[in-house]
């Protein structure tokens, strides 16, 4: 018997001790030198200090890529893994600037430590191939998750949002632990390739079948994919604003890799075909079957809302069913295809939320009226959500439209030239037509109808103002030289790939 | 160098993002200096190009890995459509001079529109010209919306659904054709080259056709143009009729035509008379000649009239792409520029000489305020505008609709006199607005109601000049934009149509 690498798995674990130190640190500097500040201080002190956390460990995971498949695909690290935490690394960082104007709590340290926790078990849930690790890294983040959203102690909806969010996560985890038992069960391993090596044979086993209607039941709670999506319009409602930020971006890029990785490496074999003429059981028309049904629910209700929190998670239902388009297709194109689209969809509705933000600490809602005229109190911001939900609605040259080109592209190209899955891609289009009346009558508030009599222009933080103008123009630039990312990922693919 | 007709544009919109809203002057000032820059490029471009042949502009890789190139290149019809698109761009300029509300941001919308449909005619690339062409719809929602009269938000709504709707056509298409072809690109011409299967192009096509013709106001997809039209500030309607409808039609030729030959062969059977596709939207185009003739015919509002003339008159040019004749479809294109100058120049009388002093569009209030008494100019300007649309010899609308109508003849005898109906029924619209409008009876039981309407300003007097010379000019001369247009139809990228058309 080898003995344990300890040596290996520490340096293979540097990123993420680097974040749990800093989040200790986070809560000790507030406990030990912090106690009689003000409030906005501690929060600024413990923001800076998280940045530097992060920072160092994107650093760190810059500078030493790594090769790595450690105890049978327990840890998992290859350029791919490093530069989706990477990512989720600039995700936390800009949910933690938005935090700097909040009031909604006293417990500052508490909170950026959770988000640092979370963090810390997002960037498990991408490095691991193994079942086990993966359902404990997702409790770990789905835990962090309950508490950030019940954060806002003096909200009664911020609670209510958290009790809905538990029981239908604790729900959805006990399907996905039970699909995870069926298939080590199955397979007698934990480890997702040698799962898909024991699945042989044209004809599905019963109970791989059970056990893939259990895991996309569990994962598709994680993604927010109709029907397991009744928690998101109330925690995106309820959560106080970078909770639901967090929620909505670097969690959903963590849950849909994780969600690529089990079907694409885990279920390799069992994939089935949804194509128009040819029918086959297996995980892909089960997905196709959400997609359809996230993208048709999602874009339709998103119609009747009026509070933006509520439009923004019903469309984000719309946009995980186009996501979940990625995946089934799972072409060699369809991996970075699903990360273009992940990552900037990620980044775009985090700035959503921050206007959402903005326009509650100042008029006090978030619904349409409330944001009545904002183009003539705060122009740069509306200009930024202009930017933001034109690109969710998937308009040229921002980067939402070319990430839906390039996963619709991606997803038509298998089977090859069949255009096998076109019927899905013109679902999609079409709705994507759908979606563009909310995001305008959003836009139409904004820029069109007048501003209350009383109202005087908002005062907009200046990092606030920083944080939009970035994501802002890196949509634009993401839209008109989608290569930046886009070579990056592909190196990253064909890298994995390759090996 | 036609490059600089978009980079002048976008960059306008920037600088006037950033100018304060109270400098209202500056803004205007901007947009015109802008507008007159882009249309002298293009009118650079114009002198210098004497062969109409393809010329490429810009041609460099853009997403390598996927085969998309930053392609931009100009033939003989694309310089026409932006001819038109500059002067109809000076024109409105000039008509919004007395916009007071938000002035940068309306230049700023405005000048983004430009921007986007001169890409769409430069762009050889399907992907650059399909963002571009997306690009061209949402500042015409705020256009409207914000800036606009009678139920601006629902029209700008349904304009902005109805073109995404068929842009989302436009894009299945494409995205069909990129995969199908196999070749990893969305160059035009490499894709008119290639060989789709019959099969494909029997449901791309229309598809693609439709998703374009729907922004080019086909019957039964109009709809949006007539309530747009008439909610949309007057440069907003001038730019709508005159240039966006255009976009739609440049599309159908460009990219569902040259891509899809085929899918205009016949069938192979006969459903309800129909033989091919071809069938379906020719007739589609006269009735929508006829229909948009008739609905003007009994209109009470002024701007309605004028809207729905468009539809019909957009009829004219889908007819003559679809008879296949190389008459047919060099009317067509000269019917899109003709059009554009004298849509312009309509909407611009109704609009800007008349709503804009008179705050009603109503034929029977307008009846009793003697108009060409009051502002003989705006009547005079009508008088004119209204003889070149009905195709008046000597105007440019009697050139493009005369090849029109002789390239039915040959493909389609019936069509012609439904089509010679239309513009019978055109002369009776028109010429009832006319008498109603700025020749009507003062009621007797009342005294004669002509109160004083601020004049006629030089603004608008430059901007009518502009457009009346350029349809007196083309309509004497058509040659001066025929001899580009009819050599970039004999380019290799329309040769799948002629092939098409002689089975």
Request: proline fraction near 5%; charge should be positive; glycine fraction near 8%.
């Given at each position: 018997?080898?003995?344990?690498?300890?040596?290996?798995?520490?340096?293979?674990?540097?990123?993420?001790?680097?974040?749990?130190?800093?989040?200790?640190?986070?809560?000790?500097?507030?406990?030990?030198?912090?106690?009689?500040?003000?409030?906005?201080?501690?929060?600024?002190?413990?923001?800076?200090?998280?940045?530097?956390?992060?920072?160092?460990?994107?650093?760190?995971?810059?500078?030493?890529?790594?090769?790595?498949?450690?105890?049978?695909?327990?840890?998992?690290?290859?350029?791919?893994?490093?530069?989706?935490?990477?990512?989720?690394?600039?995700?936390?960082?800009?949910?933690?600037?938005?935090?700097?104007?909040?009031?909604?709590?006293?417990?500052?340290?508490?909170?950026?430590?959770?988000?640092?926790?979370?963090?810390?078990?997002?960037?498990?849930?991408?490095?691991?191939?193994?079942?086990?690790?993966?359902?404990?890294?997702?409790?770990?983040?789905?835990?962090?998750?309950?508490?950030?959203?019940?954060?806002?102690?003096?909200?009664?909806?911020?609670?209510?949002?958290?009790?809905?969010?538990?029981?239908?996560?604790?729900?959805?985890?006990?399907?996905?632990?039970?699909?995870?038992?069926?298939?080590?069960?199955?397979?007698?391993?934990?480890?997702?390739?040698?799962?898909?090596?024991?699945?042989?044979?044209?004809?599905?086993?019963?109970?791989?079948?059970?056990?893939?209607?259990?895991?996309?039941?569990?994962?598709?709670?994680?993604?927010?994919?109709?029907?397991?999506?009744?928690?998101?319009?109330?925690?995106?409602?309820?959560?106080?604003?970078?909770?639901?930020?967090?929620?909505?971006?670097?969690?959903?890029?963590?849950?849909?890799?994780?969600?690529?990785?089990?079907?694409?490496?885990?279920?390799?074999?069992?994939?089935?075909?949804?194509?128009?003429?040819?029918?086959?059981?297996?995980?892909?028309?089960?997905?196709?079957?959400?997609?359809?049904?996230?993208?048709?629910?999602?874009?339709?209700?998103?119609?009747?809302?009026?509070?933006?929190?509520?439009?923004?998670?019903?469309?984000?239902?719309?946009?995980?069913?186009?996501?979940?388009?990625?995946?089934?297709?799972?072409?060699?194109?369809?991996?970075?295809?699903?990360?273009?689209?992940?990552?900037?969809?990620?980044?775009?509705?985090?700035?959503?939320?921050?206007?959402?933000?903005?326009?509650?600490?100042?008029?006090?809602?978030?619904?349409?009226?409330?944001?009545?005229?904002?183009?003539?109190?705060?122009?740069?911001?509306?200009?930024?959500?202009?930017?933001?939900?034109?690109?969710?609605?998937?308009?040229?040259?921002?980067?939402?439209?070319?990430?839906?080109?390039?996963?619709?592209?991606?997803?038509?190209?298998?089977?090859?030239?069949?255009?096998?899955?076109?019927?899905?891609?013109?679902?999609?289009?079409?709705?994507?037509?759908?979606?563009?009346?909310?995001?305008?009558?959003?836009?139409?508030?904004?820029?069109?109808?007048?501003?209350?009599?009383?109202?005087?222009?908002?005062?907009?933080?200046?990092?606030?103002?920083?944080?939009?103008?970035?994501?802002?123009?890196?949509?634009?630039?993401?839209?008109?030289?989608?290569?930046?990312?886009?070579?990056?990922?592909?190196?990253?693919?064909?890298?994995?790939?390759?090996? | 160098?036609?490059?600089?007709?978009?980079?002048?544009?976008?960059?306008?919109?920037?600088?006037?993002?950033?100018?304060?809203?109270?400098?209202?002057?500056?803004?205007?000032?901007?947009?015109?200096?802008?507008?007159?820059?882009?249309?002298?490029?293009?009118?650079?471009?114009?002198?210098?190009?004497?062969?109409?042949?393809?010329?490429?502009?810009?041609?460099?890789?853009?997403?390598?890995?996927?085969?998309?190139?930053?392609?931009?290149?100009?033939?003989?019809?694309?310089?026409?459509?932006?001819?038109?698109?500059?002067?109809?761009?000076?024109?409105?300029?000039?008509?919004?001079?007395?916009?007071?509300?938000?002035?940068?941001?309306?230049?700023?919308?405005?000048?983004?529109?430009?921007?986007?449909?001169?890409?769409?005619?430069?762009?050889?690339?399907?992907?650059?010209?399909?963002?571009?062409?997306?690009?061209?719809?949402?500042?015409?929602?705020?256009?409207?919306?914000?800036?606009?009269?009678?139920?601006?938000?629902?029209?700008?709504?349904?304009?902005?659904?109805?073109?995404?709707?068929?842009?989302?056509?436009?894009?299945?298409?494409?995205?069909?054709?990129?995969?199908?072809?196999?070749?990893?690109?969305?160059?035009?011409?490499?894709?008119?080259?290639?060989?789709?299967?019959?099969?494909?192009?029997?449901?791309?096509?229309?598809?693609?056709?439709?998703?374009?013709?729907?922004?080019?106001?086909?019957?039964?997809?109009?709809?949006?143009?007539?309530?747009?039209?008439?909610?949309?500030?007057?440069?907003?309607?001038?730019?709508?009729?005159?240039?966006?409808?255009?976009?739609?039609?440049?599309?159908?030729?460009?990219?569902a035509m040259a891509l899809f030959p085929r899918g205009l062969d016949a069938w192979g059977f006969h459903l309800l008379g129909f033989g091919s596709w071809r069938d379906v939207f020719a007739l589609m185009a006269v009735i929508g000649i006829v229909y948009g003739a008739l609905v003007?015919?009994?209109?009470?509002?002024?701007?309605?009239?004028?809207?729905?003339?468009?539809?019909?008159?957009?009829?004219?040019?889908?007819?003559?792409?679809?008879?296949?004749?190389?008459?047919?479809?060099?009317?067509?294109?000269?019917?899109?520029?003709?059009?554009?100058?004298?849509?312009?120049?309509?909407?611009?009388?109704?609009?800007?000489?008349?709503?804009?002093?008179?705050?009603?569009?109503?034929?029977?209030?307008?009846?009793?305020?003697?108009?060409?008494?009051?502002?003989?100019?705006?009547?005079?300007?009508?008088?004119?505008?209204?003889?070149?649309?009905?195709?008046?010899?000597?105007?440019?609308?009697?050139?493009?609709?005369?090849?029109?109508?002789?390239?039915?003849?040959?493909?389609?005898?019936?069509?012609?006199?439904?089509?010679?109906?239309?513009?019978?029924?055109?002369?009776?619209?028109?010429?009832?607005?006319?008498?109603?409008?700025?020749?009507?009876?003062?009621?007797?039981?009342?005294?004669?109601?002509?109160?004083?309407?601020?004049?006629?300003?030089?603004?608008?007097?430059?901007?009518?000049?502009?457009?009346?010379?350029?349809?007196?000019?083309?309509?004497?001369?058509?040659?001066?934009?025929?001899?580009?247009?009819?050599?970039?139809?004999?380019?290799?990228?329309?040769?799948?149509?002629?092939?098409?058309?002689?089975?």
């Open positions: 018997m080898t003995p344990f690498p300890y040596a290996e798995l520490f340096s293979l674990l540097v990123p993420q001790i680097i974040l749990v130190l800093t989040a200790l640190a986070v809560l000790a500097a507030d406990a030990f030198f912090l106690r009689a500040a003000d409030t906005p201080v501690r929060i600024k002190s413990g923001v800076v200090l998280s940045l530097i956390g992060c920072t160092l460990t994107i650093a760190r995971t810059l500078h030493t890529p790594l090769q790595a498949n450690l105890l049978d695909g327990m840890i998992v690290l290859n350029p791919l893994v490093q530069q989706i935490q990477i990512v989720l690394l600039l995700l936390t960082m800009l949910t933690v600037l938005l935090f700097v104007s909040s009031s909604f709590t006293q417990h500052v340290s508490e909170y950026l430590a959770l988000i640092l926790l979370a963090t810390v078990s997002m960037m498990f849930l991408v490095s691991t191939q193994n079942l086990l690790l993966i359902f404990l890294a997702l409790e770990m983040l789905s835990l962090s998750l309950y508490i950030l959203t019940a954060f806002n102690k003096s909200s009664g909806q911020s609670a209510e949002a958290a009790l809905k969010y538990f029981l239908f996560g604790g729900t959805s985890a006990a399907f996905l632990l039970f699909g995870f038992s069926l298939l080590y069960g199955f397979s007698n391993s934990t480890n997702l390739t040698h799962i898909a090596s024991t699945i042989h044979g044209s004809s599905l086993d019963p109970l791989l079948i059970v056990a893939i209607v259990m895991v996309i039941v569990g994962l598709g709670f994680k993604v927010a994919a109709v029907p397991f999506h009744f928690w998101a319009p109330d925690v995106y409602q309820g959560a106080p604003a970078p909770s639901a930020a967090f929620i909505a971006s670097g969690s959903k890029v963590a849950a849909f890799y994780v969600l690529y990785q089990v079907m694409v490496i885990g279920l390799a074999g069992a994939e089935g075909g949804a194509t128009w003429h040819t029918y086959a059981p297996g995980w892909v028309p089960v997905l196709a079957i959400v997609a359809v049904l996230s993208m048709v629910l999602g874009n339709l209700v998103a119609i009747r809302q009026t509070s933006v929190r509520r439009l923004l998670a019903y469309s984000a239902m719309a946009h995980a069913g186009y996501m979940l388009i990625g995946i089934l297709a799972h072409s060699e194109q369809s991996l970075p295809a699903l990360l273009y689209y992940a990552i900037t969809y990620a980044v775009t509705v985090l700035g959503a939320f921050g206007v959402v933000a903005l326009v509650e600490a100042n008029t006090g809602g978030d619904t349409l009226a409330h944001f009545a005229g904002l183009s003539r109190r705060a122009p740069i911001a509306s200009f930024c959500m202009f930017i933001f939900l034109l690109s969710l609605a998937g308009i040229p040259p921002l980067a939402g439209f070319f990430g839906k080109f390039y996963l619709f592209s991606a997803a038509l190209s298998t089977p090859a030239p069949t255009l096998g899955l076109i019927w899905l891609v013109v679902l999609a289009v079409a709705m994507s037509a759908v979606s563009l009346f909310y995001y305008l009558r959003v836009l139409k508030a904004i820029y069109v109808t007048d501003p209350p009599a009383d109202a005087a222009p908002i005062r907009t933080p200046f990092v606030h103002n920083l944080v939009f103008g970035l994501i802002a123009a890196s949509l634009v630039l993401l839209g008109c030289t989608p290569n930046l990312l886009l070579h990056w990922l592909r190196h990253a693919v064909d890298l994995v790939a390759s090996r | 160098m036609l490059a600089w007709t978009i980079y002048i544009s976008f960059c306008a919109v920037f600088v006037l993002l950033l100018l304060p809203n109270r400098m209202v002057r500056t803004a205007r000032s901007v947009a015109l200096l802008s507008a007159i820059a882009a249309f002298a490029v293009t009118l650079a471009a114009f002198w210098q190009h004497r062969s109409g042949e393809l010329q490429t502009i810009t041609r460099v890789p853009w997403v390598a890995s996927l085969g998309l190139e930053y392609h931009l290149a100009a033939d003989g019809i694309s310089l026409t459509l932006l001819l038109l698109t500059g002067i109809v761009a000076i024109a409105g300029v000039l008509f919004s001079w007395n916009i007071t509300h938000r002035v940068s941001e309306f230049f700023a919308f405005y000048l983004a529109l430009i921007g986007g449909v001169y890409g769409v005619f430069l762009s050889f690339d399907l992907l650059l010209l399909f963002i571009f062409y997306e690009i061209a719809i949402i500042p015409k929602y705020f256009l409207i919306a914000i800036w606009g009269s009678t139920r601006r938000e629902y029209a700008a709504m349904k304009l902005a659904l109805y073109s995404f709707i068929g842009s989302a056509m436009v894009l299945i298409g494409l995205i069909a054709a990129y995969v199908a072809s196999g070749a990893r690109t969305m160059d035009l011409s490499q894709l008119a080259q290639f060989p789709f299967t019959v099969h494909f192009q029997m449901w791309v096509f229309p598809l693609v056709f439709v998703g374009f013709a729907i922004l080019a106001g086909m019957w039964p997809f109009h709809t949006w143009a007539p309530t747009g039209h008439v909610a949309a500030p007057t440069a907003a309607s001038m730019l709508l009729a005159g240039v966006v409808m255009k976009l739609g039609a440049y599309g159908c030729l460009r990219v003007a015919l009994v209109q009470k509002d002024f701007k309605f009239v004028i809207g729905y003339s468009s539809v019909s008159h957009m009829g004219f040019v889908l007819l003559g792409l679809m008879t296949l004749q190389q008459i047919g479809i060099d009317g067509a294109v000269l019917q899109m520029f003709s059009h554009g100058i004298l849509a312009g120049l309509l909407f611009a009388v109704v609009g800007r000489m008349v709503y804009d002093r008179t705050h009603t569009r109503e034929l029977a209030q307008l009846q009793t305020m003697q108009l060409s008494k009051v502002l003989p100019f705006a009547a005079a300007t009508f008088v004119i505008a209204s003889m070149a649309s009905i195709g008046l010899p000597g105007f440019s609308g009697f050139v493009a609709e005369l090849q029109v109508l002789i390239g039915t003849w040959h493909a389609y005898p019936r069509f012609t006199l439904l089509a010679g109906l239309g513009i019978v029924i055109g002369i009776a619209y028109t010429w009832r607005v006319m008498q109603v409008v700025f020749f009507g009876e003062p009621a007797t039981n009342q005294p004669a109601n002509v109160a004083p309407l601020p004049p006629i300003t030089m603004p608008e007097r430059i901007g009518t000049t502009l457009l009346v010379a350029t349809s007196v000019l083309i309509g004497l001369y058509p040659q001066l934009l025929l001899r580009i247009i009819v050599p970039a139809l004999h380019s290799p990228l329309f040769d799948g149509l002629w092939k098409g058309s002689q089975q």
